[in-house]
């Protein structure tokens, strides 16, 4: 069995964890709460373009060296205010943003198909597929994320929680689909 075998349920999951992708972030109120708006948005916006700050990625505060991170004053300025800011050269294009989300949907779903062709055969259990298949959606789902998260804080608890349905998911509709022998 090879990995073209599997197109059916590699489609398939991949739209299927497309479009629940779509209904987390536009339906669903689970994501609500993550994203807050800045108090003194206008204010901090004025800033932003009376400061000429390029668009970029920003640690506050910033160091260049482990020297300047042991100083008074960097520890002063860490102690007022620590976080990061991304700030965008233009608006997201939607378009661009939704093909870009279904390419990842759909080459998550390819590599976990290859995965279970090399470690499956034919005529596997309904329940061998669908632990194997959901084992590593929630790798590609939900543990890539931690590295970045432990050094960049912010919340992730309902995209987990989304890993896992998209794992899941993606789990029984290969294990629905599978070869028989």
């Not at 479009?19 to 800033?47: C, G, Y």
């Amino acid at each position: 069995m090879t990995v073209f075998d599997l197109w059916l349920p590699i489609v398939l999951s991949g739209l299927a964890t497309h479009i629940l992708s779509t209904l987390n972030w536009m339906v669903f109120p689970h994501h609500k709460t993550e994203w807050r708006k800045m108090a003194s948005e206008d204010e901090f916006q004025n800033l932003v373009v009376l400061e000429k700050v390029p668009p970029g990625q920003y640690v506050l505060p910033f160091s260049d060296s482990p020297d300047e991170m042991k100083s008074d004053e960097f520890k002063s300025k860490q102690a007022k205010c620590t976080g990061t800011l991304i700030l965008w050269d233009k608006p997201i294009n939607m378009g661009t943003a939704i093909a870009k989300t279904i390419a990842f949907f759909m080459v998550a779903a390819f590599v976990i198909g290859y995965l279970a062709s090399l470690a499956l055969k034919p005529g596997a259990s309904f329940m061998d597929v669908s632990q194997f298949v959901t084992t590593a959606g929630l790798l590609a789902h939900c543990f890539a994320k931690f590295p970045h998260v432990f050094w960049f804080q912010r919340r992730i608890a309902m995209e987990l929680l989304d890993g896992i349905v998209y794992a899941a998911v993606t789990g029984l509709i290969f294990a629905a689909l599978w070869p028989s022998a």
